[in-house]
């Protein structure tokens, strides 16, 4: 689409085609409003890497009703791991659910292709009758003698586009939200750089090896010595003839222990507990991606006069441990947004104070709410003992526990007692950890 061809002020331009951009379009553009989808790449999704859980399917229903007949969507979760890792062992937790809204729709999830789904989301959006505009670099925001954002600037012929209300979108770095002064710059310890890959194999294979049926899918995550030294963890999600895997690194971990992303990676592959998965398989993708981890501490100012921000530009990515969320929560803060923009539109108020209501729809959508309620929980899965010692604790107590080898059995209180000696485990340091996790799951 040329912006010429649609003269006059845009009441909304998104910035970033991703499922935060795509949904506040779709929804904006449904309620009427003029609304401009810009996206830098050649495709919605061309800078993603294939791979992800998507848990926000509820989400989505609201807005296309049984989404995954027409959605290309790779396997439904029915299954999910947590594995904590040593150098030779995995101990995993195995959760299997066939019950209702799991196996049935509207499903709890499901593993997708990041740019076929990206794709095919934007779609709704331009058959809703926003004009998405791809290729476009977005410099800088436009705004008027009053300090206010009136619209972008963007590294095409018509150089400057006009809006009534700004919806950036535009990744975990939003140039925007920096330009706008809403983001501050992050700490590398805020950030997490994933590196992924897709690897093909037969369906038939697939199903056999990961004792699947039908669509159904699985996800793996790990913890431990797959990453060695550095903070973060790795994961394998099983597509329809291919899987998608990756490492996840704190970016100022990886700094500080000199370890390159691609060498984690083959470490991971190479591990005994993943190497049978993966066998055979071929290369297909590899990519790299920042990742938010941060939660609650680095939440921007979401609002100014003219501008809104959400997805990953608010940082609204939850690594919590128990939960590796970002796509639905991408989703929900754009239908926020796009509330509040269609609100500021009908009573063509633009003004900080008339975006306000941002705030009350994050809370309704329970995007607010979660974050919050989560908001130690980053800190607590990024701290040393948690990444690099108690995995390997849990993995070497049960290997222990298991071994026959015609010594005396121990039991489970002096097993503990040893491993605790074994690996220099003080109970203060272990309470103060037990603190932590409290308050950050239990209350």
């Not at 009703?65 to 040593?86: L, T």
């Not at 058959?127 to 791809?134: P, Q, R, S, W």
């Not at 899918?217 to 003839?241: C, K, P, Q, S």
């Amino acid at each position: 689409m040329n912006v010429a061809t649609a003269s006059g002020t845009f009441d909304v331009i998104v910035v970033g085609a991703g499922p935060a951009g795509s949904t506040a379009a779709l929804l904006c553009a449904r309620a009427g409003l003029k609304v401009l989808l810009l996206e830098r790449g050649e495709y919605p999704g061309a800078k993603n890497v294939s791979g992800a859980a998507f848990y926000g399917s509820a989400i989505l229903n609201e807005l296309i009703p049984n989404w995954w007949e027409q959605a290309p969507v790779e396997r439904y979760i029915c299954r999910r791991d947590i594995a904590f890792m040593s150098p030779t062992t995995s101990v995993a937790l195995d959760f299997h659910c066939a019950g209702e809204g799991y196996t049935t729709p509207p499903y709890n999830g499901f593993i997708v292709l990041r740019p076929r789904f990206d794709r095919w989301l934007a779609a709704q959006a331009e058959a809703a009758g926003a004009f998405l505009l791809t290729s476009t670099v977005v410099d800088d925001a436009l705004r008027d003698d009053r300090g206010r954002v009136v619209g972008v600037r963007v590294r095409r012929e018509q150089g400057e586009i006009r809006g009534k209300v700004v919806i950036a979108c535009d990744g975990v770095n939003s140039f925007l939200a920096k330009k706008v002064g809403l983001q501050r710059e992050f700490h590398a310890h805020e950030l997490s750089l994933g590196v992924k890959e897709v690897l093909g194999l037969d369906e038939a294979i697939i199903e056999d090896r990961f004792r699947l049926s039908g669509d159904e899918g699985i996800a793996y995550e790990y913890l431990g010595a797959i990453t060695e030294d550095v903070h973060g963890g790795a994961f394998l999600y099983t597509n329809r003839d291919s899987l998608s895997l990756g490492v996840i690194g704190q970016v100022s971990s990886l700094v500080e222990r000199r370890k390159r992303p691609y060498e984690l990676l083959e470490r991971f592959k190479a591990h005994p507990a993943v190497a049978p998965l993966v066998r055979g398989a071929k290369l297909r993708e590899y990519s790299a991606h920042l990742i938010p981890e941060s939660g609650w501490t680095m939440k921007p100012t979401l609002y100014t006069d003219g501008m809104l921000v959400a997805g990953d530009a608010a940082g609204f990515c939850l690594a919590a441990g128990l939960y590796l969320e970002g796509m639905n929560y991408a989703m929900q803060s754009g239908l926020a947004a796009a509330e509040t923009a269609i609100e500021a539109c009908h009573r063509d108020r633009f003004s900080a104070r008339a975006l306000s209501s941002y705030r009350k729809h994050l809370k309704q959508r329970n995007v607010s709410t979660d974050f919050r309620a989560y908001r130690h929980a980053p800190a607590f899965v990024n701290s040393a003992r948690l990444q690099n010692l108690y995995p390997e604790v849990v993995a070497s107590g049960m290997e222990q526990l298991f071994r026959v080898d015609g010594k005396a059995k121990r039991k489970i209180l002096p097993l503990a007692r040893h491993l605790m000696r074994q690996y220099q485990l003080k109970p203060g340091e272990m309470l103060r950890d037990g603190y932590q996790m409290v308050r950050a799951y239990l209350w």
